[in-house]
């Protein structure tokens, strides 16, 4: 695999920025599912079978941000921390395409 271009050095930069922020509480999960999309499209060079993992992870995050918002409430305590994880897995994700 190639090394990433700067420009997708600060999509994915951009990435884990959002992912902290989620983790902080800072940002909402919408917030966090629109940004992390967003971003994944705008990368240049990721290997399809890393944007594939990419987004089998970022669609859970979208199906409980989707259950939850259909049913007009915030996530609860287990789907949030469950969020959570998932975000750590994309962090992870993340931060081995960076030094890749």
Request: negative net charge; proline residues 4%.
């Amino acid at each position: 695999m190639q090394n990433p271009s700067a420009h997708d050095l600060r999509q994915l930069n951009q990435m884990l920025d959002v992912v902290k922020l989620f983790l902080q509480d800072r940002v909402s999960p919408q917030g966090l599912v629109g940004t992390l999309s967003f971003l994944l499209e705008n990368l240049e060079y990721a290997p399809e079978e890393w944007k594939e993992t990419f987004r089998q992870k970022w669609g859970l995050l979208e199906m409980l941000n989707a259950e939850a918002r259909e049913a007009r409430r915030p996530l609860t305590e287990v789907e949030r921390q469950y969020a959570k994880n998932i975000t750590k897995e994309i962090k992870k994700l993340v931060e081995n395409m960076m030094t890749s």
